[in-house]
């Protein structure tokens, strides 16, 4: 008897699920990920710009929700993987959710002029790609399989790119009215 692709997948969640619970939660890695997650959460809500608030929170939102997708393709395709998951998903990783968006959304909030955005967030970018990836490599919350920090770099640099574009043509066609 053969397995349907719902079958498979059960199975697939449910040794997820094991192994989450006897390897990865609550263990220092686990928890050393939720204390980025505050930390990055108690930055954006101190520092944000409460009168530009949600068309910054908009732009986070959007980079979050294409972040997301481009990782779960990226996981699913076995271009990389993460051996310890802060939910037993296979594409719950914090820096989808929290830490990319809220150091873009830094940068969308303090570079007004898109020459400064720019810059500001090509040096985000590859201080992303060859740092922080390798940082995230040795912590082992990220393990590259057929994935170089070379390929990041110009998706970190021209994803807040179109994010902003599209941020301003959605403010500019809002007062069209």
Request: aromatic share 20%; proline share 4%; hydrophobic share 55%.
């Amino acid at each position: 008897m053969t397995n349907t692709m719902a079958d498979i997948k059960k199975e697939l969640f449910q040794a997820s699920l094991k192994n989450w619970l006897d390897y990865e939660f609550l263990t220092w890695r686990w928890f050393l990920k939720i204390t980025i997650i505050l930390i990055f959460l108690l930055i954006i809500w101190k520092l944000l710009d409460r009168k530009r608030g949600l068309e910054i929170i908009a732009f986070g939102f959007l980079i979050s929700l294409i972040s997301t997708l481009l990782d779960i393709a990226g996981t699913y395709m076995v271009f990389w993987e993460y051996p310890y998951r802060v939910l037993p998903l296979e594409f719950s990783e914090i820096h989808d959710f929290v830490v990319i968006p809220v150091s873009f959304m830094l940068v969308y909030q303090y570079c007004r002029s898109w020459k400064s955005f720019f810059l500001v967030n090509g040096l985000l970018a590859a201080f992303s790609s060859f740092v922080m990836e390798p940082v995230f490599m040795l912590l082992t919350f990220y393990k590259p399989i057929i994935w170089h920090h070379i390929y990041s770099f110009p998706i970190f640099w021209i994803l807040p790119l179109i994010c902003r574009f599209v941020i301003d043509r959605l403010k500019s066609g809002a007062g069209t009215e």
